[in-house]
């Protein structure tokens, strides 16, 4: 079974092929996923600010999976633009 760090890390992989696989519009497509990525870490964030539960999708990710993935993201993002 794979972690929910795996899990990211292949999502972002796939991502990134999809919107370079776009004849238009993949750039676009990827800071979509960027932003909705930052909600997902401001989640995380709040959770453990607040003394919250963490999202069940976001349990076992650590501040470096998420940072390396949206890193990731937005290195693609401008290779696209």
Do not use: Y
Request: net charge positive; hydrophobic share 45%.
């Amino acid at each position: 079974m794979k972690t929910n760090a795996q899990k990211m890390a292949i999502a972002v992989e796939r991502w990134i092929d999809e919107a370079k696989a776009m004849p238009a519009g993949g750039q676009t497509a990827l800071q979509k996923r960027a932003k909705w990525f930052d909600t997902q870490f401001t989640a995380l964030e709040r959770a453990a600010i607040e003394d919250r539960a963490i999202p069940e999708h976001l349990t076992g990710l650590t501040a470096v999976d998420m940072i390396e993935a949206h890193g990731k993201l937005l290195t693609a993002v401008r290779s696209l633009g």
